[in-house]
């Protein structure tokens, strides 16, 4: 029994605990001092103590910041963005052994990434496709190869939306937007003629027009932008089986007012049917002539029928730059076809006028001057008698 109480007294004593002030006035009576001859064992091991990084750690800052600020003011072409980025070394010291040395110095460099920003130019194809059917690879294709942004199809002899044959068409990352011609018999299951359709790149939004159905011909109509660019597209077919008319004129004329309310670029493209390439058509005169009043251009001039006569167009005002790069009037996709690609730069800049104008400097008027020389004029000395004098005399 004593021993088992003397081992507890024991445990008693060696678990007290001491208060913070009284470790404090132990720490201070029975400081450490290293001899020399160890502090020299420990620097040559390279065994620094911690607080020894402090300064290190405070000349990194410094010399990162003074790399930044001497690498901002150099300058820079056009079209560059400015990019901090930090510069981290890679370790090869393995998980779990000490690392005997000085880690690299993380150092911010001034990086300059190019900007990516796409072209002025927006790539349009029109594919008068004379019915979808076995098409739709070769249409993808096409689309794929060339690049284009918007590809306008007319004569897709499609149904509706769901078309799986217009489905296929369009290729990964494309939508579109279509007008099918209404059926007169819902239950019919013969060939639906006609049709236009807008397909388009998935980084571009798009907005239909909504438009009055015209009885002439066909459209789809719509607002195209992303950042920095936008333009209105409209679809247009017109059944080469009817005759030209004044009231497709009048359809026509009532389309381009209606888009010319837009104040974005304007493109239209598709099937008209009329042979503008023929300086002795009357209907070509006229449709020239309505473009004429609008502001508008007719940008194709090659054959695009097998026949040799140009039928498909391209029209935008009169102050786009279009590049027709391509027009097969026998398209290498498939026999029965026509294809044209052109480039249509849509961003147009326009110089604003400088205008020399002189501002009166009010905050040095002295009222008091002022006041003294109105008392002193003509104005206030000399009343007019009448009002037809008033004005001559104040004017």
Known sequence: MITG????????????????DTLLAINGQHRCVIDQRVRYVVSHLQLHRRGCRAGNHQRRHVLAAHSVTSSVSQPRRAGEIPTVISKHGLSNVNTGQLFHGHRDARVTADKTIPRCSRNNCTRLGLFNARSFGDKSAAIQRWISETKLDLAALVETWHDDASSPQLLACAPPGYKYVETARPRKDNMSTSTNHGGVCLLYESSLHVRTVQLPVFSTFEAVTA????????????????????SV????????????????????????????????????????????????CHSLRQHVTSPTHVHGHTLDLLITRDDRSVAVLLVDPRSCLTTRSSSLTAAVRCRHQRLQPRFASQVRNWCALDVDAFDVD??????????????KTAFSHYD
Do not use: W
Not at 5 to 20: E, G, T, Y
Not at 225 to 238: E, S
């Open 374 to 387: 109105l008392q002193q004029s003509e104005l206030y000395r000399t009343l007019p008698a009448d009002p």
């Open 5 to 20: 109480c003397a081992v507890n007294m024991v445990f008693i004593q060696a678990c007290r605990k001491f208060s913070r």
């Open 223 to 242: 607002f195209v932008h992303r950042a920095g660019f936008n333009t209105v597209v409209a679809v247009v077919y017109r059944p080469g089986s009817c």
């Open 245 to 292: 008319t004044q009231s497709f004129f009048d359809d026509f004329s009532d389309l381009l007012e209606r888009l010319s309310t837009f104040s974005a670029p304007l493109m239209i493209a598709g099937d008209f049917n009329i042979h503008v390439d023929d300086v002795t058509d009357v209907h070509a005169g006229k449709l020239t002539d309505i473009l004429f």
